[in-house]
């Protein structure tokens, strides 16, 4: 069983679109995370909830809208994606301070 | 503004050396320190934590910790050329926040 699961693993679309990208965790942790990752392999911290509650909210687009229907889910939907937004994006849940991470979602933007 | 740096790399060393990977932190309230190797083309794995300082030891995996210079390490013993790969230096701090800031990764190479 996967315990941190986010689909979909590709994701290739055209300039000015709107994506989701859903993620999952069975791990009965009460936080979640997204990260974005550039092609330097920086990872970097956007949102996180903890229990549903948005508790971390990074400087990012309001283009980016994280939702968290509960707290084994947190999707992230994004609007009129931009060339920049190309990445690979990380799903990840924890309890304290360490953290499991989804396989990514590699997003190209054309 | 929390920082945390490591050495880009690449580093490589020849089967059965000692890999040394270095980070340092800027948050003198840094209370947790983990390190996470990644493979390319995939997910951090979280492969060491460490809390206090001095040393801890899983396997071929140490992890030393000195708060005062606010320098965390990671040595491998016997490298192998599967621990190819980006090794990602985090540091955790306390509230509810519960956030890691990451550092850009060193990538090591072991040569056969």
């Known amino acids: 069983d996967t315990a941190v699961s986010q689909t979909p693993k590709y994701l290739v679309t055209q300039m000015g679109n709107d994506k989701s990208i859903k993620c999952e965790q069975n791990?009965?942790?009460?936080?979640m995370y997204w990260y974005k990752q550039d092609s330097k392999k920086f990872l970097k911290i956007m949102f996180s909830y903890n229990n549903k509650e948005l508790i971390i909210n990074e400087t990012v687009p309001n283009r980016f809208s994280p939702k968290s229907p509960d707290k084994a889910h947190l999707n992230l939907h994004i609007n009129s994606l931009e060339l920049g937004d190309s990445a690979v994006y990380f799903c990840a849940s924890g309890r304290g301070n360490i953290q499991y991470f989804g396989a990514g979602t590699r997003l190209s933007v054309l | 503004q929390k920082e945390v740096e490591q050495n880009s790399g690449p580093l490589s060393v020849p089967e059965g050396a000692i890999a040394s990977l270095n980070c340092t932190y800027s948050d003198r309230g840094s209370q947790s320190f983990f390190w996470y190797r990644q493979y390319s083309g995939k997910s951090p794995e979280l492969i060491m934590s460490i809390y206090s300082n001095g040393d801890k030891e899983d396997g071929r995996f140490t992890a030393q910790l000195n708060k005062a210079s606010q320098y965390v390490s990671l040595l491998i013993r016997d490298s192998q050329p599967s621990d190819s790969a980006t090794y990602l230096c985090?540091?955790?701090?306390?509230?509810?926040?519960?956030?890691?800031?990451f550092g850009s990764g060193t990538q090591l190479t072991v040569l056969p």
């Open positions: 791990l009965g942790h009460d936080t």
């Open positions: 985090a540091v955790g701090y306390s509230g509810s926040a519960r956030q890691l800031t």
